[in-house]
């Protein structure tokens, strides 16, 4: 009798499951839901951690970004804004410059507003042209880089200020070349590590 009353308790607490009996297994369970490979994968929204909710992207929206993340939009953008500040820095060391308007053949001539006005938008619009096209080239190459490397640090810019110096020194000879790539990769370490 007491043989049959043993198996009936033991057949009841296997019925119950890992219950109250077993804290152990309990606890086990929990961390495996809690940290293991039973967790649940959540979405992280915004309006969960107390964000305002983003609405889903449409296909035009993810079509611009592609866009403008493109190596070619970047170029522009950075020709465009290279073009403005060399026009600007042109027409500011134009304006300091005692010798615009200055006519060699008779030094002791003042030279006109009109004169001074036309030499200050020459060398804005060279300097802007130069500013532009070191611009493009060094957002193009960095972007290149980056796309081909896969990362995103300090080392995209050394490396397309060594191209982009090596580039515009070459057209002086070797030796230019090789002082223009490591003059313009010393800059751009130096920005990077100023920025970041």
């Known amino acids: 009798m007491a043989a049959s009353t043993g198996t009936a308790s033991a057949a009841a607490s296997d019925s119950q499951g890992p219950g109250m009996d077993n804290p152990t297994i309990q606890y086990s369970m929990i961390m495996d839901h809690l940290i ?23 296909d035009e929206q993810k079509m ?7 190596c070619a939009f970047k170029s522009l953008l950075a020709c465009v804004g290279g073009f403005v500040l060399g026009g600007a820095f042109g027409v500011f060391t134009a304006g300091i410059d005692t010798n615009v308007g200055f006519d060699p053949k008779d030094p002791l001539r003042t030279p006109t507003a009109r004169e001074v006005l036309k030499d200050m938008g020459q060398r804005g619009m060279s300097y802007a042209k130069n500013f532009a096209i070191v611009g493009a080239m060094f957002s193009c190459t960095e ?23 090596g580039a515009i020194g070459f057209r002086a000879g070797l030796k230019a070349g090789v002082l223009g790539c490591g003059g313009f990769a010393a800059f751009s370490a130096a920005i990077e590590y100023y920025l970041r």
């Open 64 to 70: 611009i970004e592609r866009g403008m993340e493109s």
């Open 36 to 58: 293991g490979d039973k967790r649940p994968v959540k979405d992280l929204n915004p309006a969960v951690m107390g964000g305002l909710p983003m609405p889903a992207k449409s």
């Open 143 to 165: 972007c290149i880089i980056e796309s081909h490397r896969g990362k995103s640090d300090w080392k995209n810019a050394v490396y397309s200020g060594c191209v982009t110096g």
